[in-house]
């Protein structure tokens, strides 16, 4: 006789941490403290929902998500908010029975006795969250015949429009600007039916991430102004592209119809920009249909370096100009620049173009002026995803909020959790987050103030080096200490890269082997080759680089034939802007991210690595003979150069230092005409703020005019008084054609005007 044993089911063990519940009679382990409708879309069981966002704080506003739940096997007595109920242990949840259905369409009811019926007109009609779940949860007829109430709109800038009578008060607008932006710029006015979401004081959104509220925002009480009306979403054609103004490399959307690109939304990916967008990537696209945009190549008919001498040619003729140009300059006669956001692939290209041509003088740091050690951009030591689980974070010579809005948003973040954070700046520069120590000093004393700076209890610490300093005359010194200081402190050295794809670049050998940027102006060159570089705006030094182009013959792949670049071309190649091409960008974190062609090319204009596989052929160069994008990634691999050193820059002359930082909406040529972002509070215009003593000291008051001069270029600029700005500095924005000139020497400032001695007021 046999025996049989039957083991009995054992019942699955809880992880610690976790709690079991049952939603819709599926058994789930959910974190102890986690909310309902994190275990259900964790389960992928839908809820619906308007004011609940997992980036955002839980308000449990609209109700949408309420659902029927029990405790012990006895239910609760009304249906609870899924966003803000906590799981507990034995829980079940229903969010399909009467119960729950019958609270989600009365919620819904209720949500659509305001709302205005205008889908057809919105121009957030097809991508509506309201119009989406009114479809399952509506009535088809409504019962109320009250009069809907209307709400008067606001002005809320050049970037977003407002429809606020399609407002449901879900708040989330209101979250994102307090939260992740951190400017408190919205808010609830007035109670009751009487509740409406506003500003607080009728002035434009300043956040330099206002953008994000349209993503946000479940109705099109928020809407794109620039994109409005253009459009239906269902003409739109997604291409996945990268922001392409700053080294973090923001993943995006380009939204085009009929390959104009309309607009940019925000693509997901948490370790690089989350599910949030800069304005500057979101609206710049504007800037690609500019009216000098370069659409036919151009070839100079006479040699006196007027602008409009110029004629248009087949591109036949003009590589056939360009390379007959290239061959009588050769070697050390010829200087290679590039934009230092230009593609690995471009980037490939251009560097075995000057190999083909026998000159070393190759660079992409066109901004900076102190390059005496040698350096190139280098990947951040601690990743930005990272970055905020740091205990201290210093940051030096950066106006972070404008440089990297995204980084400077995580750092926000990572203020709440705990994490201090120091400046040493030259100017008090606007940060959103508490900063826990901050030393202000003139440029010339950033190195050492890094090196006095002493940090105590922290066990992971970040170091982040930004524009200010790495572009300044005294970059090799703050980035000796910023290296010193990292070692003594185990800290991670976060060298923020001068562009957007710097360090591909630098990966891609597209460096000097003989002169660097500088030295190519200090002793100018016979030819030079421009590429993708605005020549009026986009030099450390405009004054020298202008001299030296204007004397030289000049080749120059361009992306807009503006005035300053036909004062110096000879030839002039149109080539396509990021959205318009396929490409690779290497962002700050080392990550090589591809960009695929969202918008068309612009009249006879051409993909840059096009252009130069033309040229390559043209001069009969090796590396240029493949056919296609796939042949030149296929050869295209990380090339070793040993950087040649320059002389170290001096900040000659007397006067006050002069602290440079990026305009955040000048930062390149597309973004200079992007007109919206022109019209921001936050493009401020060319100006130089003085600290009260400087200005008294040069009989200047707040908004008076005064002469900048630092002996070789000069500008007239309105003065700004203002303590932030370190004693002995005077504080301008680049990208201004005012500014330009000024570089980063030491400057006088004098008074175009004599201030009256008892008034204090300019005459």
């Known amino acids: 006789m046999s025996t049989e044993t039957v083991n009995a089911p054992t019942a699955p063990v809880v992880p ?21 409708i994190h275990a259900a879309d964790k389960a992928g069981i839908p809820i619906p929902r308007f004011c609940y966002h997992e980036k955002l704080p839980i308000a449990a506003n609209c109700r949408m998500c309420l659902v029927d739940a029990e405790m012990g096997g006895r239910p609760m007595p009304k249906p609870q908010p899924a966003c803000a109920t906590p799981v507990a242990d034995g829980m079940k949840v229903f969010t399909r029975n009467e119960k729950a259905l019958k609270a989600q369409r009365n919620v819904m009811e209720f949500l659509l006795i305001n709302h205005p019926l205008d889908c057809p007109i919105c121009d957030q009609g097809g991508e509506c969250e309201l119009q989406d779940l009114s479809l399952g949860y ?20 050049p970037l977003v429009a407002t429809e606020m009578t399609r407002c449901i008060q879900c708040t989330r607008c209101v979250r994102f600007t307090a939260d992740i932006a951190g400017t408190y710029e919205l808010g609830g006015m007035q109670r009751g039916e009487n509740l409406q979401i506003g500003t607080y004081d009728g002035k434009p959104l300043t956040t330099e991430l206002s953008g994000n509220v349209i993503d946000v925002c479940p109705v099109g009480a928020l809407t794109n102004k620039v994109f409005r009306f253009r459009a239906r979403p269902w003409e739109l054609i997604a291409k996945e592209s990268l922001g392409y103004h700053d080294a973090l490399g923001s993943n995006l959307f380009l939204h085009a119809r009929r390959g104009d690109v309309m607009r940019s939304v925000p693509r997901d990916n948490e ?15 504007q800037g690609l249909y500019a009216e000098d945009r370069a659409t036919k190549p151009l070839i100079r008919v006479d040699g006196n370096g007027a602008d409009d001498c110029f004629r248009e040619a087949s591109w036949e003729e003009a590589l056939t100009r360009a390379a007959e140009i290239l061959r ?26 000057a190999d083909a041509l026998g000159t070393g003088n190759l660079d992409h740091r066109i901004a900076q002026h102190d390059l005496s050690d040698g350096a190139v951009a280098a990947q951040f030591a601690m990743p930005v995803a990272e970055i905020g689980t740091a205990d201290a974070v210093v940051i030096v010579g950066s106006n972070l909020r404008h440089e990297l809005p995204l980084l400077h948003q995580r750092l926000l973040q990572a203020s709440k959790r705990g994490t201090k954070i120091h400046v040493i700046n030259p100017v008090d520069f606007d940060f959103a987050f508490p900063v826990a120590s901050k030393t202000i000093v003139p440029p010339s004393q950033l190195a050492s103030a890094l090196a006095g700076f002493k940090l105590d209890n922290a066990a992971t610490v970040a170091v982040i080096l930004g524009a200010v300093a790495e572009n300044g005359v005294h970059a090799a010194a703050v980035r000796k200490a910023a290296s010193d200081f990292a070692a003594a402190n185990a800290a991670a050295l976060c060298r923020i890269p001068q562009g957007a794809n710097a360090l591909g670049l630098a990966r891609m050998g597209v460096l000097p082997t003989a002169r660097d940027t500088q030295s190519m102006f200090a002793d100018a060159r016979a030819a030079y080759v421009l590429y993708g570089i605005e020549p009026g705006l986009d030099f450390s030094d405009q004054a020298r680089a202008l001299k030296a182009l204007g004397a030289a013959k000049v080749v120059a792949f361009s992306h807009f034939a503006c005035r300053s670049t036909r004062a110096v071309a000879d030839v002039i190649l149109p080539i396509g802007a990021l959205p318009e091409i396929d490409a690779t960008l290497t962002n700050l974190d080392g990550r090589d991210q591809r960009a ?32 296609d994008l796939v042949g030149l990634r296929a050869g295209v691999s990380t090339r070793a150069v040993s950087v040649a050193t320059a002389s170290a820059s001096v900040a000659a002359g007397e006067g006050l230092e002069l602290a440079v930082s990026q305009a955040i909406y000048r930062v390149d040529g597309v973004t200079r005409r992007a007109s919206a972002l022109q019209s921001h509070p936050l493009n401020a215009g060319a100006r130089v703020v003085l600290h009260p003593a400087d200005a008294a000291a040069a009989s200047l008051v707040d908004g008076a005019m005064a002469k900048v001069d630092n002996g070789v270029g000069a500008a007239t600029l309105q003065v700004v008084v203002d303590d932030r700005v370190a004693q002995g500095a005077a504080w301008i924005e680049s990208g201004y054609g005012a500014t330009a000139a000024l570089g980063s020497s030491r400057v006088r400032v004098i008074a175009v005007a004599p201030v009256d001695p008892s008034t204090g007021v300019a005459a």
């Open 16 to 36: 610690e941490g976790h709690v079991a519940i049952e939603i819709d009679g599926q058994s789930l382990f959910a974190p102890k403290g986690s909310m309902i």
């Open 138 to 157: 509506g009535r088809s007829v409504s019962r109320f015949s009250e009069r809907k109430r209307t709400v008067a709109d606001e002005d809320m800038g």
């Open 271 to 285: 370790a690089v920009n989350e599910c949030w967008l800069s304005d500057r990537d979101r609206y710049s696209h």
């Open 328 to 353: 009588a300059h050769r070697g050390d006669a010829l200087g290679v620049l590039v934009h230092p956001a230009t593609s690995n692939e471009e980037g490939a290209l251009l560097a075995r173009l």
């Open 596 to 627: 695929v062609a969202g918008g068309k090319l612009p009249g006879d204009a051409r993909p840059g690595w096009r252009v130069l596989r033309a040229l390559g052929g043209e001069l009969g160069a090796g590396g240029f003979d493949f056919t």
